[in-house]
Structure formats: C-alpha cells, structure tokens
C-alpha cells in the first residue's frame, strides 16, 4: 500500500478502468498489468475506486539514477510504450 523511493511495483488495472487524460491509450475493456515506479516519498495505492494492491518486484539500488528513471517512467506512462525496453538486471 505503501511503497518506498525507488520500489517497482506490479500493479493489477481491471478492465473497465479507462486510461487517465492525456496518457496511451489502452483498451479498457481488458485486465491490464501496469509496472509502477516509485521515486518519492507519501506515494500510496489508493485509486478512484479505493485501496489497489500491487507487488513490489524489485527497488532501484543506484539511488544516484533514481532522478533519471522517474524521468523516463513519467514519459513512458504520458507517450504509451513506443520503442520503449525495460530491461532488469537481477544481482547474484
């Protein structure tokens, strides 16, 4: 309910839930998995229709790059995921 700076969360979007003014656009009509990024604190998952769950999958390490990926996330989320790559790097 609560994420931390820099915690990439998986978030359920149920169908019927249209996207926000000015954002990709997305068949609302289906179930969607929206992969949210975290870069400040007092963030929370509370929407139109009250408390969302999500799963924290992963949490930026290099908080010096924290500034760029929220850029870059803010962007995906206003422009839709063209010729976008997220690419994960998981430490051994």
């Not at 068949?27 to 969607?32: I, P, T, V, Y």
């Not at 229709?49 to 850029?71: H, Q, R, Y």
């Amino acid at each position: 309910m609560y994420p931390a700076p820099g915690d990439l969360m998986l978030v359920p979007i149920k169908g019927g839930f249209g996207p926000l003014p000015g954002t990709a656009n997305l068949d609302s009509s289906k179930d969607h998995l929206d992969i949210a990024f975290f870069s400040d604190r007092g963030s929370n998952l509370y929407g139109p229709e009250g408390p969302s769950s999500g799963n924290i999958f992963a949490t930026v390490c290099d908080m010096l790059e924290l500034e760029t990926m929220a850029k870059a996330c803010s962007d995906l989320w206003f422009t839709g995921a063209v010729d976008e790559k997220l690419y994960l790097e998981i430490p051994k």
